[in-house]
């Protein structure tokens, strides 16, 4: 079975929260106008992890996902694709963007340096950085 990828996915909190993911348990991800997170979206398997990551106020990584479907057409933009995603847990603390940011580790992390790129695969060396900062949990 191959390994599991990981993504980071955006959302507006003021739109669609962790909040609201937890209580609905299921979403399909969907909205993605911009190519290159489009191209996240298609390239997601079933099973990849997906961080939750609010992007309004104090941007911050705030949960995980699972993706449950394979990547399809989005029927309302033929030119996007949605997944299915599965609640998994909220993340406390948060990640800040800043701490991202200040650790200096991921300068090519398009978190890092593509700031309004709405959805993205994550580098391995993230997420064992995130999981050092999450012993408790396995990610």
Known sequence: MPSTQYHLAKTDPDTYSLSDFEKDKKTVWDGVTNAQAVQSIRNMKKGDKVFIYHSMGEACIVGLARVDSAP??????????????????RLDPPTTLRAVKESGLFPHFALVRQSRLSTMPCPPEFVDWLQARYPKIKL
Do not use: C, H, I, Q
């Open 72 to 89: 399809r057409p989005d029927p309302n933009n033929p030119k996007s694709a949605v997944v299915d995603l599965t609640f998994l847990r």
